[in-house]
């Protein structure tokens, strides 16, 4: 009975974890890594066709994004998750598929100029459809099994729709032992989603730590206010609301609010305004949200459906769009409301919206959601007076607007709360799904505030879990090698764990005089010259 971290050990993306119980092996996520890789994953250790089945936790592409890949390798077991993962995953994983074909094409006419050989993507839509044939849904709270000697049963995690920490209870020589993968924990008082439902009681726990070392703002509450008086001021002056936002979670909860919007008739002048979903991903999801079973909706979400109000529907929202559409909502002069995608403004069709409105006056771009550096997204949220898009440069005179998202994932408190929700304290927690830093703080937080026996393993890592003993313990092997820290050892950890250290404690002392302030910023400005001369 041994269970192998692999994946998003350390860091925040790639999740996957394979176990081997009861003459059987299977893998808990196949995620696929995004942005700054830290850490090289060990390889599954055991061939794609050898693979039982597949346990997903939920559908963002940190979880399933390689499962096609498995699929194109060989893997041909069945793939449990719930419904909503399902159907999400399929507009996802294809979603990915296409990003992936393109690429390989990009490449390959690069290739072909200089006498290269073609490139093949990392796994097409063929190998999606096949993939999506794989999928058994199964509900909330039931108990399955997918071979003698494992029962299986989801639970709602409140972090994406469909979204499920799985609890896995093995036998093997007559010794059971229980362990849940959390997932992605969910925020709490999310719009549409339910907050995470707790386990009564596991041997063993894995949890993710993505904001495992912050605490999110208390109550982050007004935005119907916040958007319909954004909304209301830009019609008044005749200009378009342009939303960047993820085409998955976020552009559905926008839709909520501009529901609510309409239901209370908070925008004055304007009846009926046009609320444009211009992303064929968005447009998709959103189907998926609308017609969901009400097993995967928060108490409110229910209600309206219950007086015959569907949360996501309402008069004056578009959600077909074909290319021509959307080019024909910049020639249209009515004021609307425009969500797209990217989030970030740094592909899709975003794009053409922000070349038609951030010149204009009139027109406010309205950020839902974190802006990563570098991103175009964050250039305009940091007040670029003009930049450039499709090669033209645009004067921005567009007002930039906030609306303060909820965050899909637990913060310190969320992540303690979902644990202290077990019964009695598991024999040891596992904690992935973090950045190194975020990884280990909020690792010895568990340890020092609360006496768990708490691990942060690295990829290759394996673990007894019939005798609770460690098999193999590996050390992180850094992918970049520019600096190591295997070599640097402790004091490097220490060092950057009291850098989370010093930007939490900031965060914790905001009524500090503007003195201490000054004197604080100059010696971390000191230090920074100092390390970076
Ligand atoms: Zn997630
Ligand atoms: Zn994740």
Redesign the pocket.
């Known amino acids: 009975m041994v269970i192998t971290f692999l994946g998003a050990m350390h860091e925040?993306?790639g999740?996957i974890t394979l176990v081997e119980a009861a003459g059987k092996k299977f893998i808990v996520d196949f995620?696929m890594e995004q942005g700054v890789d830290m850490f090289v994953n060990h390889d599954i250790p055991v061939s794609p066709p050898e693979l039982d089945f597949v346990l997903l936790t939920h559908a963002?592409v940190?979880?399933s994004g390689k499962l096609p890949l498995l699929v194109k390798e060989g893997f041909s077991g069945p793939i449990y998750s719930t419904k909503a993962t399902c159907d999400l995953c399929k507009l996802m994983l294809l979603d990915c598929a296409h990003i992936q074909e393109s690429e390989a094409e990009y490449e390959s006419r690069k290739n072909k100029r200089s006498n290269k050989p073609p490139v093949e993507p990392l796994y097409d839509s063929n190998d999606v459809e096949k993939t999506m044939s794989l999928f058994v849904p199964l509900p909330y709270e039931t108990s399955f099994s997918p071979a003698d000697g494992i029962v299986v049963s989801f639970t709602d995690i409140g972090h994406l729709l469909g979204s499920a920490a799985i609890s896995v209870t093995m036998t093997e020589n007559d010794i059971t032992k229980k362990m849940v993968f959390s997932g992605?924990v969910g925020n709490i008082n999310q719009p549409i989603l339910r907050d995470p439902s707790h386990i009564a009681e596991t041997d063993y726990l894995m949890i993710?730590s993505?904001y495992g070392d912050r605490l999110h703002d208390q109550n982050p509450t007004g935005h119907v206010e916040a958007l319909a008086s954004m909304i209301q001021r830009t019609f008044d002056r005749g200009g378009n609301v342009i939303i960047p936002s993820f085409a998955v979670g976020r552009t559905q909860e926008i839709l909520y609010f501009i529901r609510e919007i309409k239901g209370r008739e908070m925008v004055h002048g304007h009846d009926n305004f046009r609320v444009v979903v211009d992303s064929p991903l968005a447009a998709e999801a959103t189907r998926i949200f609308q017609n969901c079973d009400t097993d995967y909706l928060d108490d409110a979400a229910r209600d309206l459906i219950e007086m015959g109000i569907n949360p996501l529907l309402f008069e004056g929202l578009e959600l077909s769009i074909t290319g021509d559409d959307s080019k024909n909502l910049n020639t249209d002069p009515e004021p609307k409301v425009i969500i797209s995608a990217s989030g970030m403004c740094d592909a899709g069709r975003i794009r053409h919206h922000l070349k038609h409105n951030l010149w204009r006056p009139e027109s406010l771009i309205c950020f839902v959601g974190y802006q990563a550096e570098g991103t175009l997204g964050r250039r305009l949220f940091d007040g670029e007076k003009t930049v450039k898009i499709f090669n033209e440069e645009i004067t921005v005179k567009a007002e930039i607007a906030l609306l303060p998202g909820t965050s899909g994932h637990a913060d310190r408190n969320g992540l303690v709360n979902w644990l202290l929700g077990f019964t009695k304290k598991p024999e040891i927690v596992f904690v992935n799904?973090g950045d190194d830093s975020v990884c280990m703080s909020f690792a010895s937080y568990l340890k020092e505030n609360y006496g768990y026996r708490v691990s942060d393993p690295f990829s290759g890592t394996t673990f007894d879990l019939a005798t609770g003993t460690f098999i193999n313990i590996t050390t992180g092997k850094p992918v970049k090698q520019k600096f190591s820290i295997e070599q640097a050892g402790n004091e490097f950890r220490l060092l950057v764990r009291a850098v989370s250290d010093l930007s939490e404690a900031i965060r914790n002392h905001a009524n500090l005089s503007n003195k201490e302030f000054r004197f604080i910023r100059n010696q971390i400005e000191k230090l920074i010259k100092r390390i970076s001369s």
């Open positions: 925040v993306t999740s995620g963002h940190d979880h992605d993710e993505t799904h």
